[in-house]
Every structure is written in C-alpha cells, then in structure tokens.
C-alpha cells in the first residue's frame, strides 16, 4: 500500500484518492521571468517520477502544472526591456512572457520529461479569476478596497493549518511594511490595481491584474474538473503563503477540503550555497546539459536524496552519478551482447530460484517508493537488480536474461532514465572472439591478450570474460 507523507496532517497516510481509478495532482510551476535552473528541474522531475510510479500501480493520471505569466519579477524584467529596447512597456512583458514560456519548454525537452497534461497560463484565465473573486466577496470573504480586492484572513477559521503559523505570530512579521488599503495587516490581494503603464485587465473594480495565488485555486479546479484534488503538490518554500492562502480561499468559496495530500519538496543549494546569480552559482538546466550532455546525470542526482530533504549540488557529486550510469550501461552490454552470443544448446527455461532473487529485489524496489516515494532506496534495489543481471548475464539461460532486463526496464521507464540502445555486432567482432577463445583454450595467453589489445585499440569497446563466452563491453565517458 502506497503511503505519502502529507504536509497538512504531518503523518504519512495510506494514498487513497476520491476516484480509485484517476488521480487528480496540480503541481505548482514556474515563473516566466528568467530561464529555468537545476532547482526547478528537481521539482519537475519529482512530480513526474510520482505521476510515473502512480500509473506503474495502475492509476490514471490527471496532472495540471500552471505557469505564472503575469507578476511583479515579469513587469520588471518588461520595463528593463522596455528601456533597452526603446519599445512600449505592453510589447516588451508579451515578448517576456514568450521568450521564457518557449525557454521553459526547451528546458522540457532537454530533461526528455513531457509536459502536464495541461499547462495552463495564468493570462488565459482572467475572467474564471474575476469570477472567483466575485463570489468570495458575495460570501463575505473578501472585499474591495480603491479598485484592489483583499481576502479577510481572519474570517478563515483554520487558517495556518498547512504550515503550523498561528495568526498572532504572523502579525509581527507584517505590521513594518503593511497595505493601507488592507483592513487588516494579514489580509492577502486577490486583485491588484493597476499601476501607472503597467500590464492590466478590466474587471468590476477597475484596471488591474489578479495576485498570485488565486490563479493556483482557479486553474487547478477549472481543468482538473473537481473543488478537491487529490495531491497538490510544489517546493517547500511554497508552503506558507502561497499554499496556506491556496487553501484559505478555495475552501471559503466552495465549503469543501481543497486538496486531500500535499506533497512539498526540499531545496536545492550549490556547494552548501543558496542558489543567486549574485554569487555566481546559479544553474540553469540549459547550463547543465550544455555541460555534462546528459540529463541522466541530474535525474540520478535528484534520485540520491528523498523528495522531502534538501539536496546539495556539487561536481563531486555528478562525478559519482556518472560512475552509476557506467554500471547501469554496462549491464545492457553484457544483456544484449549475451543475447548476441548465446548458445544454442542454452537451457530454454529460467530455473525458479533465478526468479525468486529477481522478485524479491523488485519487491524491495516497490516498497521503496511505497514507502513515500523513497527513491534513495529505491535506487540501492535497482542496483542491486543490476548487479544480479550482471552475474545472469555471465550464465547460458536466455529467459533469465530477458526476465531481469524487462525488469530493469521498467523502473528505468519510472525514473526516466534511458535504456543504452541496442547495438548489433559486426561479424569480424565475433570472429575475433572466437579466434581468441581458441587461443586460449590452446594456452596461447600472448596471442589472446595481443588479439585483445588490438580490438580494444580499434573499437570503443572492451572485451570482457564471461561463463558463456567472451562479451563486448562499451566504453563510457571518454575511458580509454
């Protein structure tokens, strides 16, 4: 049984969700002010992995993922380009918003992670905002206030229940630089008054644009069709306000539990460091596949700590991943080249207890993630499922061969890692092989290390011995 450790409860809880066919997850997305970095890429990664082992355990899945397309960091990077560029402040925030809208759906292809199932824009859903706003200040929730909107913080009886803040702390931290159109300091916007030249829309009370955290309550229950998700997921950081006002909003307006599970997910640092331009370690996802080519690195990366921890960068680290990646790659070589090579006289049928170690390591690896996702243990039982193929591939049993690789496979498909392509071997290879096998079985020992030496001189890859016969062995980042 799949349990998740939700937020809202602080427990973990057996996942049960209100359809026991679809799960129904939103997930916070990003921004559109500045190209995406590694810390994005851990978040969209782990809630890809969550979809993934989901439908693994049989659900369908609905996942939504929003992207911000109109915010304060937006307008200012549109007014910097305004300047820059000598154009009118309305043109520079639409070319903004696209150029990082593109960039963020590159920075998907690069990771080879596909999209949500929608990807709403918060500027296409204006008027179902507008909407929500009117019947919270009908219920009283909300009111109006010079053409702003505010939501009554007090008038929300559970308020603080996500993060844990009490309403009496959190008024110290706003009373220094408080809203004078707020009725109350702890009061949030829900719509904001145009400013002089800045982006806007109309609404009943004015030219303005929506705050930030209605769009998430508007979006998620618009395209997920339902006023309760089943997960809500987003980084850690998001907890309080976003997600505490997220919650306060949506369940004043329809009565109901907003979302059943919240999953948050721990920061990333670089060098202990947290992630700025100003100190000159902040990565972009561009930046890291321009670098190491290979986006198996960052995935294996984020596998190494639990979603729920905070993960620390550094080139030590990728260092080890790719060294995992040579041992998962060289376990397709000897699958494949075994399957190349094996014996016609092969026992047909895969002994049971080969079968029983190859469950029992699958069972590991699915009470791993069961176990809230824990994809560090995970990755020690996929591994260890490696190792063992290694051992079988050295073995003249085809369908212990398959089974293993099969297995593999999969919880490869759940991390989003790629399988090594299969690559056929030219004739002269095997030719090769086999001259050296019988210059070893007539104890010609310098004859087989100079016909091993010569091959490994002129291919890419390494020739390896093994119970059922010579294997070849590629290569990996650039080893000689």
Not at 110 to 124: C, H, Q, R, S, W
Not at 126 to 136: H, P, T, V
Not at 142 to 150: C, L, R
């Amino acid at each position: 049984m799949l349990k998740i450790y939700n937020t809202l409860t602080r427990k973990k809880e057996e996942f049960q969700p209100q359809d026991s066919q679809t799960v129904r997850m939103y997930t916070c997305g990003v921004t559109v002010y500045d190209d995406c970095h590694i810390g994005h890429g851990r978040s969209i990664y782990i809630f890809e992995v969550i979809r993934r082992y989901l439908k693994y355990n049989g659900f369908k899945v609905k996942l939504v993922r929003n992207i911000t397309d109109v915010d304060d960091k937006i307008i200012d990077k549109a007014r910097q380009r305004s300047k820059e560029k000598n154009i009118p402040l309305k043109d520079a925030f639409n070319q903004v918003r696209k150029a990082y809208i593109d960039s963020y759906r590159k920075d998907l292809k690069l990771l080879n992670i596909p999209g949500a199932d929608k990807e709403p824009l918060a500027t296409e859903n204006i008027s179902e905002m507008i909407e929500y706003i009117k019947g919270l200040i009908n219920k009283e929730f909300a009111y109006e206030a010079e053409g702003a909107v505010y939501f009554r913080v007090r008038k929300s009886k559970d308020y603080g229940k996500l993060s844990g803040k009490k309403i009496d702390d959190l008024l110290e931290s706003v009373r220094i630089d408080s809203d004078p159109l707020k009725k109350d300091p702890l009061d949030f916007a829900l719509w904001k008054k145009a400013k002089d030249d800045e982006p806007f829309w109309d609404s009943p009370w004015g030219k303005g644009r929506p705050g930030w955290h209605i769009e998430c309550s508007v979006m998620s229950q618009k395209y997920l069709k339902t006023d309760t998700l089943d997960i809500h997921g987003g980084g850690r950081d998001l907890v309080f306000p976003h997600h505490e006002n997220e919650i306060a909003q949506s369940e004043a307006l329809t009565g109901k539990t907003f979302a059943k599970y919240w999953i948050h997910h721990g920061l990333l640092t670089i060098n202990k460091q947290k992630m700025a331009k100003s100190l000159g370690n902040f990565i972009t996802i561009k930046d890291f596949i321009d670098k190491y080519k290979d986006n198996d690195f960052l995935k294996l990366f984020f596998l190494s700590a639990h979603y729920s921890q905070p993960i620390d960068f550094s080139e030590e680290k990728i260092e080890e991943v790719k060294k995992q990646k040579k041992t998962f790659y060289s376990f397709f070589d000897r699958v494949d080249m075994h399957m190349s090579l094996k014996d016609s006289k092969a026992e047909p049928l895969m002994p049971e207890k080969n079968k029983r170690k190859i469950d029992s390591l699958c069972a590991n690896f699915e009470t791993a993630m069961d176990d809230d996702f824990n994809t560090p243990r995970a990755l020690a039982s996929l591994f260890e499922l490696v190792d063992l193929g290694a051992k079988f591939s050295s073995c003249d049993n085809e369908e212990t061969v398959n089974y293993i690789n099969d297995k593999v496979e999969k919880f490869f498909h759940i991390f989003g890692l790629k399988r090594k392509e299969k690559k056929s071997i030219p004739k002269e290879w095997i030719k090769m092989a086999i001259e050296r096998n019988k210059a070893k079985e007539n104890k010609d020992y310098a004859r087989a290390d100079d016909m091993r030496l010569q091959f490994e001189t002129k291919t890419s890859y390494a020739l390896s011995d093994t119970n059922a016969g010579v294997i070849f062995i590629e290569k990996f980042d650039g080893e000689n």
